[in-house]
């Protein structure tokens, strides 16, 4: 892998101009001011609160869990970190909508250059960065700042950077690989099932046996450091290294956030074919059939009926199946949404297992196809979905 082939080529410029017109293009049909700012922003009140020196926020809102008399943001703490550099400068209206947006174009930049650098040409390097991000549902996650969205489009951009990280032919890069899951982790817990992933490359980028994995175990300081820190001030709130908030919110008051009981019925979720008029054709609750708003996994299926699989894509989907039943074991899919926003979480990490350089025709028609119709889906779905809620 070099960083020199990483260079940016006319299938970018034209890719990337795609991306901000629909970002534009929406912005205007959905009536979002590029510096608005998102009600159900949780992650405000706790930068609010940090500036204020607690940890605790004033009273119930969204998603905010009641611990001990005390209220807290039931989600793991990192968006926070952004709101709180925002707060002196925007205080409690903060362009939440537009940070999102910023991360799912950067988002989109790091996976064109991470398919170049691996040696793919620029036309198939574009439409992979069009697939996994205008062309998946984590466009309409990006265009808010909803305290469910931005978790995970703050996951998806560090997940997409620790693995062009890891990929990388700088050592000093691994680190900051293994920093970037820890921030996914902080954003969305469950990417921390990746982690043989990227310790395997690791293995492979070191390349000396037995002495590379007591030689790696430094890279992987910072992720360890990470998870540190979010225990702790798990900790600090609930008083259990463990607990997010949660199991603390009315909604799991009687019943149990995880169960291998629900299983059956999410499964059945997030296979949800469309419906048959206009205002309903979109499922609005839970899910929607899943590869039909992330093509990406139609791709998936075709990497592995036309490439050889080896030990990266055992590894893989390992990860993947375990992840998979942990999202199908909670309470709910995601409850309102368009599309299948969990399986958004399962994107990254899947471009470690595609092809290292993309140059056969038919696989780059696949992409291109897959891309459109993603696009198509993806665009109209966050019109719909912004504009009927």
């Known amino acids: 892998m070099n960083a020199k082939n990483a260079r940016y080529t006319v299938h970018f410029f034209i890719a990337a101009l795609l991306v901000v017109y629909a970002y534009a ?16 922003d949780a992650y405000t009140l706790q930068a609010k609160a940090w500036w204020n020196g607690r940890v605790d926020v004033p009273g119930p809102a969204w998603e905010i869990a009641e611990y001990g008399g005390r209220y807290y943001v039931s989600f793991p703490p990192f968006p926070s970190v952004i709101q709180f550099l925002l707060y002196p400068i925007f205080g409690s209206k ?3 909508n537009l940070v999102s947006t910023l991360f799912g174009l950067a988002a989109f930049v790091l996976i064109y250059r991470l398919m170049m650098r691996r040696g793919s040409g620029g036309l198939a390097s574009a439409l992979m960065a069009l697939l996994f991000t205008l062309g998946s549902n984590l466009f309409y996650l990006s265009l808010s700042g909803w305290v469910w969205y931005a ?31 820890g ?21 492979v980028n070191l390349g000396e046996g037995f002495k590379s994995i007591l030689r790696g175990a430094k890279y ?29 919110l009315e909604e799991f008051a009687r019943k149990p956030q995880f169960s291998l009981a629900y299983v059956p019925g999410n499964f059945l979720e997030i296979l949800k074919l469309p419906g048959t008029s206009a205002k309903s054709f979109w499922p609005m609750f839970n899910g929607t059939l899943f590869f039909l708003v992330n093509p990406a996994y139609v791709l998936l299926a075709v990497r592995f009926v036309k490439y050889r699989i080896g030990e990266m894509q055992y590894i893989y989907l390992l990860c993947l199946l375990i992840h998979f039943v942990l999202m199908l074991s ?16 399962m994107l990254p990490f899947m471009l470690m297992v595609m092809p290292s350089a993309i140059k056969q025709k038919n696989f780059v028609a696949w992409i291109g196809t897959l891309a459109a119709m993603g696009i198509v889906i993806n665009v109209w779905g966050a019109i719909w979905f912004y504009t009927v809620l």
């Open 151 to 181: 978790a995970q489009t703050q996951s998806f951009f560090f997940s997409v950077l620790a693995v062009y990280l890891i990929q990388s032919p700088r050592r000093l890069a691994w680190y900051f690989a293994f920093l970037s899951l």
């Open 25 to 40: 293009l929406v912005y205007q049909a959905i009536g979002q001011d590029i510096l608005s700012h998102s009600k159900y």
């Open 183 to 203: 921030i996914a982790f902080a954003c969305r817990p469950f990417q921390i099932l990746y982690t043989p992933l990227l310790i395997y490359m690791l293995y």
């Open 94 to 96: 903060t362009p939440d």
């Open 220 to 248: 992987v300081m910072p992720l360890a450091a990470m998870c540190l820190c979010v225990v702790v001030y798990n900790y600090i709130r609930f008083d259990n290294v463990f607990e997010f908030g949660h199991n603390y």
């Open 330 to 345: 909670h309470k709910t899919m995601g409850g309102w949404q368009f599309g299948s926003r969990y399986l958004v979480d």
